[in-house]
């Protein structure tokens, strides 16, 4: 019996290799787009083109292609967040938001974004107008009452109780409001000294219900010691529910907390991944300005995103960790390979 291999036996067997060799390269596209599929839903138009980008097709450069693919489904993710706020504020209608959301392309959202920001603009104006019509009628009765206003302060004596009603002091009334806002909640300084209640900024956050210190990067643009870009890993393996993850070149979870914990923040060398439960208590039902959590306490948000690990694992998925989605207010699992966030938190005392 022959067993001589032909022509057509070795072009078949080539052809394999390289379709094998391309689905291996894939992999990172099809790891991007479960990453991203929630953000896709918003963008349903997109569906036939990603399919069209998963088909397996040998001689593709799918390294430029993820990377390509990455800055474009974070363009997507900004600009679904941007709908969500313009729906908010500027009651953009479910018609205009869909016309913006189809003008999207997959790699790049640069029209959708134009429009969205003339439609804004369109939209302030609108506001705009009709504040100053409601001004215009308001004009001559502010100028009858204005009299009559000055003889009753006039009347109010220096000894008279102050309430919040009272204060007519723009400022004093920011910083009452502001210490309000607070209340639960402790703003620490870089030394981990307490500040006011009142101060512009702060390194950390203490919740007075769970005694829990969180970190809050200085200003937006830093990141430290909160950061993006990080995969899941741990190399302890009564912790890492099986797998430890993914090294990323040193870019990953562990790594980062051995740096943070070696420099401190805030006088602090004990800074930790929170729990699934830690991180999930951290979520509102309303978003706050783009996400579903208290901006105005973790003040570093927009710098940061709206995916975050935690330290919990599962049992049924050793390669995936769970993360929090304050972009839609809920939790999941999310593959170690990934790069997400981190807010990092220590127990107070």
Known sequence: MSHNITTHDFSHYLHELLVAKAAQQLEPVRLLVAEYQGILANFSHLQSEVDKLLHIQTGR???QIAQAL??????LEKLATALAKAQEDYALSVVEADDVASLAELFSTRIANQILQKTIAAKRKEQERLVKRLTEKTANKSTDDSEKSTQKKRK????SPVGLEDITDTDNKKLVNAEHRFTGWQKIGKTGEVLALTSPYWAAVIEQQTQLMWAVNWLGEEKFPNRGELTW???????????????NEGKNTHDWLVQVNKIGWCGFYDWRLPT????????????????????DVFSDMQSLGSRFWTSSTDQANKDYAWAMYFGYGHDGLAHKSYTLNVRLVRSVG
């Open 61 to 63: 450069d799918y390294e």
């Open 70 to 75: 990455k800055q474009g489904l974070q363009g």
């Open 156 to 159: 109010v004596t220096e000894s």
């Open 233 to 247: 890993f741990n190399p302890d393996s009564a912790n890492n529910g099986g797998d430890a993850g993914h090294k």
């Open 276 to 295: 699934l439960s830690e991180l999930k208590n951290l979520l509102t039902n309303e978003i706050s300005q783009y996400y579903h959590i208290r901006e």
